[in-house]
C-alpha cells in the first residue's frame, strides 16, 4: 500500500488545493506529515512552522525544512508575499488570537488553506445536549481538561470570521464522519449540522493586502 493510500483524507484535499511548484509555508506542521506528502506530490517550495520540540525534530530527521515557533507571534516576522500559499492544518483552534493568526496568513501568503474540525457537526450537539458533557469524537479527541484546543468554532462560525477578515472563499470542501465530502450545492446548515471537518482555500479580495 502506498503512502498516499494510506494518508489522512483532509490532508490528501489540502495538498489538492495547492499548485505545483510553489512556494508553501505549512503553519503547525506537527509531525511532517502534509510537508512531505506536498514535496512527493506537488513538487512544491514547502517550510514548516511548529511549535513543539518534538515536531521539530521529527521533521528534521524526514529532512523537511522546519523550525519552531508560535503561529499567534512569529508570524508577524514574515514579509508580505513571501508564499504562495500558507496553510494551518487542523490548528486553528489551538491558536490564541485564530482572527490574528489568519489576517497574519492572508497578509504573508497570496493564498490560505485551513482546515479544522467542527464544532456543529450533530455528534458534538448531540453530547452536549443529552449526556450535558464536552464532546469527544474521532476530530477532538481529547478529554477537556487535556485538550490543546481552546477556541473550538463551527463552520458557520469559521465562514463569518472570513468575512471580518475581508477574504474571499475560492473553494470549501466540508465531509462527514465517514471521510464522504458534502456536496457543494448544499446550504450552509447542512455542512454546519453533517460536517465532522471542513477544508476552506481562501485570498484576499481584489487582490489587496488584508
Given amino acids: ?39 512527493e506530490t506537488r513538487n512544491v517550495d514547502a517550510r514548516g512552522v511548529e511549535i513543539s520540540q518534538k515536531g521539530v525534530n521529527d521533521c528534521v530527521a524526514k ?7 508560535d503561529a499567534d507571534v512569529d508570524l508577524a516576522d514574515y ?75 463551527t463552520i458557520r462560525d469559521f465562514v463569518q470570521l472570513v468575512e471580518l477578515v475581508d477574504a474571499k472563499i475560492v473553494r470549501a470542501v466540508a465531509m462527514n464522519s465517514a471521510g464522504a465530502q458534502i456536496r457543494v450545492n448544499a446550504p450552509w446548515w447542512a455542512w454546519n449540522l453533517f460536517g465532522e471537518q471542513a477544508v476552506f482555500l481562501l485570498e484576499r479580495k481584489d487582490g489587496r493586502k488584508v
Avoid at 9 to 16: K, N, Q, R, S, Y
Fill in 1 to 39: 500500500m502506498s503512502r498516499t493510500e494510506t494518508t489522512r483524507i483532509d490532508l490528501l484535499l489540502v495538498a489538492g488545493m495547492v499548485g505545483n511548484g510553489a512556494r508553501v509555508l505549512d503553519v503547525g506542521c506537527g509531525d511532517g506529515e502534509l510537508l512531505r506528502l506536498l514535496s
Fill in 79 to 153: 514579509p508580505d508575499d513571501g508564499f504562495d500559499y500558507v496553510i494551518l492544518s487542523q490548528t486553528l483552534q489551538a491558536t490564541r488570537k485564530p482572527r490574528r493568526v489568519l489576517e497574519q496568513m492572508m497578509r504573508i501568503g497570496k493564498r490560505a488553506i485551513v482546515s479544522f474540525p467542527n464544532f456543529g457537526h450533530w455528534r458534538v450537539r448531540w453530547q452536549l445536549a443529552v449526556r450535558g458533557r464536552m464532546p469527544i469524537t474521532e476530530n477532538l479527541s481529547y478529554p477537556w481538561y487535556e485538550t490543546p484546543n481552546i477556541h473550538f468554532c
Fill in 63 to 69: 529532512g523537511l525544512s522546519v523550525v519552531q515557533g
